[in-house]
């Protein structure tokens, strides 16, 4: 299928799956006739796979195991092509979906073509029945890398083989910093044997557009007869829960055309905002017998990119938070739409409304596309750029960039998710602090080529040149976009969120975030100086440091501890902390920047996911587990949210947002608490909260008298160490809950804080209620075959909570523990 095609009744689709594989050395065999003679050691592989893949199935590759160079070899792919019965005027097609990296591809010994771009797919019409060996080879990389070739205008330290810019490939598995060692081979995408009956279908156009309160869908495309009459009236039909709109298309030979309107249709919209409503759009052609081409989903939104740098979606300011993504399995690159659904959940859960795809991974799949327009999670869209000089004065270069562009851009048309397509990752940042001149900062490729093949494809999206770009440098925090580091790895505290004015990171707040004990690199045993830990820390190459420094420096910045001497004397201690600090960095960030005095209209975390087992970027880990990070995260962006800042000698102030499209009426209520139990003050104040914007409150409006609520005036002792503010809606109910520490956070430890738990089983789960008498700090939950619906939360003093535990193993049953970080006593989980 091309395009925003995705089935076409009568045709048959017969993807091709069974296949064998083997290495030979660089350039041994010249063709297929070679292989039969040639003693090599095929193994068998369900496809779509890559080289990697393929050995991992047959138990000969792990991450564990000896490291292999895989774009050393050549790999060879080879499977039977099903027989399949057509009549004369049928059409048979092959389809590659993407071959990695420089391809040769026969049929029964007959070379079809050669691919040097693992992003463009890829098809061939056969001639005759089909049946026969379908072969493969994709070429060792390496000796291509050696060629001579002009050297970059600039460097990018991260890549290890700077020649890596004249070919199409993905940057995964050719990064040691920071990805596994398994670089993409083969055929990564599926590869399909099509059987077109009666119409074949190209080239669709598709857009929906939203002009006001009319909604407008526009199609094109080429409809081809294949052994039957003439065709009958072809008609767009666009439904939505059993309504449906129909207009004619108007033919010009094989070309069609027509569009459609819709009086005020349902408005998509992400999910922290409102429905993310969906129309299904088809194509009838009449017809003995009739035939329908289904387009897939369509939604009416208009994105605008306002003021250099903001996201307004059908007039509203959105802020934009979520992670980067990566792909669900690093080396086989794919996955069923399953665990793409478990995946996008996770992230929708946890309030993200914003999934960037970067430059150093890969286009995702249908399936990806499809569930973020049915989720209303917003797409940031990279082409596959990242860094580097590519050589855009290189004429055979540029013209496979504009195919790969091209046939992305047919893919992602009316998807109502896709917000930005953005041209490179970093590539004008890297560009700039590698010393180039500023002429060199904007090549032509991102500047001119991709953005009018953007206006021509997908018109209404905004297009951006690169991940960082904007201001007097591209990496500049208080103009257009930025890789924000500040806090992070350049060390800055806190109050650089607020300083720098960041007005949109495009990436952020990167930490070697540690997973639970269960899912840490060599095992619960393992040591943070292991090497078996150290292997996967990310780090940049060449750098005198990793992440997990940067952990540690801000586990002795807010926890006042030093983390060699804690490591050295208390490791179980060490990565308790260090699990907590990172969700605390981020959710006093992102509550900073989304208070109503910030500058900023949108985060993105650098990694949501590990790339293999590790304590690395992600806020899940490699087996989809979250993380700590992952927890502070959920409730810090959730469309109704309350946050605390010290203002110093103005006092406290109190953040609150409803994204919502409907007000909030409900009380805050702000409580005192001292020495873990006794409350010190207490007061309530009703609040109304408009729809989709944030307000502040001043925290010493809440009391009659002064109290010095920060502690910035120390007039003798703090009369409170701990502020609760919790928003409530008029029925009582919880909505959101912030605390506040005026005197730092504390790594102290007491016997007990009075923690109890009672479990009852429901559902597919259990519903656990918990009670503390002191104040129960970042509470761990630890309940195998469980996934808690959330976990390093704090529980006020006195304070009361039910939290539901999902069953994620068929068969487990439910015995765990809760253990607070400033207790060490634990916590049983009973079942009542």
Known sequence: MTGRVQSVSGHQRLPITTWRVCATPAGALEGPQALDGAALAWIEAAAPTTAAAALRAAGAFSFDGPARRFDAEDWWFRAPLPAVERNDADELALSFGGLATVADVWLDGVHLFTSENMFAPREQRLDGAAGGELVIRCRALDPLLARKRPRPRWRAPMIENQQLRWYRTTLLGRTPGWSPPAAAVGPWRPVVLERRVGVAVDDVRLRAALNGQVGRVEVSCRVRALGRGPLGPITLVVERAGEQHRVALEAAGEQLSGRLELRDPARWWPHTHGEP???????????????????????????????EFELRINGAPIFCRGACWTPLDPVALGADRAAYAVALLQAQRAG?????????????????????????????????????????DDAAFVAGVVDEARQLLQRLQARPSVAVLCGSSEGEQQAAMWGATRERWSPRLFHEVLPSLVEELCPGVPYWPSSAHGGDFPHQANAGTTSYYGVGAYLRPLTDARRAEVRFASECLAFANVPEPRALPGGPSV??????????????????????????????????????????????????????????????????????????????????????????????????????????????????????????????ALHLVNERPDALAGEVELTLFHAGEVKVASARRAVTLAPRQPIELGAASFFDGFIDLSYAYRFGPPSHDLVVATLFAASGELQAQAFHFPLGLSAARELDVGLSAEARLDGDGALVTLRTRRFAQSIAVDAEGFEPDDAYFHLPPGGERTLRLRRVSGTASLRGTLQPLNSAAVTKIVVS
């Open 277 to 307: 409503a969906r129309y299904h759009a088809r194509l009838e052609i009449g017809g003995a017998p009739p035939i329908e081409v289904a387009l897939g989903a369509i939604g009416f939104r208009e994105v605008v990119r306002h003021d």
């Open 352 to 392: 993200m409304n914003l999934l960037r795809v970067g430059g150093t991974m890969v286009y995702e799949s249908d399936d990806f596309y499809d569930l973020c327009d049915e989720l209303g999670i917003l797409v940031w869209q990279d082409f596959m750029f990242a860094n580097m000089d590519y050589p855009e």
């Open 527 to 652: 040591r943070v100086h292991h090497p078996a830990w150290k292997a996967r820390t990310p780090r940049d190459l060449g750098a005198g440091w990793d992440f997990d420094d940067v952990r540690d420096h801000y586990l002795a910045e807010l926890f006042a501890v030093e983390p060699m001497r804690l490591r050295y004397a208390d490791h179980e201690r060490y990565l308790a902390l260090g699990r907590v600090v990172t969700g605390e960095v981020m959710a006093q960030v992102f509550g900073e920047w989304r208070s109503s005095r910030s500058t900023c209209r949108g985060g993105v975390v650098w990694f949501l996911r590990d790339l293999w087992p590790s304590a690395g970027w992600g806020v899940v880990d490699a087996s989809g587990a979250p993380k700590a990070a992952w927890f502070y995260l959920r409730r810090a962006l959730q469309p109704v949210a309350i946050h605390v800042s010290d203002e110093g000698g103005n006092g406290l």
